[in-house]
């Protein structure tokens, strides 16, 4: 397993914790399609009260920018992420509440499938209940499965996400076929273009000729041993 690098806030507040406590929470972020495919959304939920702007370093870039979640119940759980600095695709479970209008309005009136994924962990200080640094990334990935419960009578249901991580995409194998169709795409690359086919005299320079003619000089044909 390989160690996140913290900013210095958060490296001094951890060390402390044992003594002065610490108070951790998750965010999870989504963006989805819109289900006429014209456009994205972004939901941003935590396990906290209220709605508030918090600082998160991005994965991808290490920028720091203001996201809005919601809470209120929104974020039931996260499942255990584990920092591996080997090629391992990870997959993670988010639970949420199928009883907030704003996890409805996502999970409902958007398409998830594929819906980029990120997830989030922030300290707080107890005493002050201030932020202590940015947000750090834990994971970025995709939604692989959305499943919807639908509660019995007195029950509250919930939705369950399952996340895999963006190595992923590293195992996924190319579709593409060697042949002339697949190659000419590239900037019009003919060099499969007689792949399927037998006993074709190729000639190369300024002039062709005859097979085992003489073609006259600067001319040639590309085969060993057929020009004379």
């Not at 019995?152 to 593409?176: F, Q, Y």
């Not at 060099?191 to 006259?216: A, C, E, H, M």
């Amino acid at each position: 397993k390989s160690m996140k690098i913290a900013d210095l806030a958060t490296q001094a507040a951890l060390a402390a914790a044992p003594d002065a406590g610490i108070r951790v929470r998750d965010l999870v972020w989504i963006r989805a399609r819109t289900l006429a495919g014209t456009g994205t959304a972004e939901f941003g939920f935590w396990n906290d009260i209220g709605t508030v702007p918090i600082d998160v370093r991005r994965g991808d870039s290490g920028n720091v920018e203001a996201r809005p979640f919601v809470g209120d119940g929104s974020l039931i759980s996260v499942g255990p992420i584990s920092y591996s600095s080997e090629l391992t695709v990870q997959s993670v479970s988010v639970g949420l509440s199928q009883l907030h209008p704003d996890v409805q309005d996502m999970a409902r009136g958007h398409d998830l499938r594929q819906a980029e994924i990120e997830i989030f962990r922030v300290f707080f200080d107890p005493r002050t209940n201030a932020v202590i640094g940015p947000a750090s990334s834990r994971l970025i990935g995709k939604v692989n499965k959305a499943q919807i419960s639908t509660p019995k009578t007195g029950d509250e249901g919930g939705i369950d996400l399952t996340c895999v991580s963006h190595i992923r995409e590293m195992t996924r194998t190319n579709p593409a076929k060697k042949s002339d169709e697949t190659q000419k795409r590239r900037s019009g690359d003919r060099f499969r273009r007689y792949i399927g086919t037998v006993n074709v005299d190729l000639f190369w320079g300024q002039k062709s000729g005859k097979p085992g003619g003489n073609s006259g000089s600067g001319s040639g044909m590309f085969g060993a041993g057929r020009n004379k």
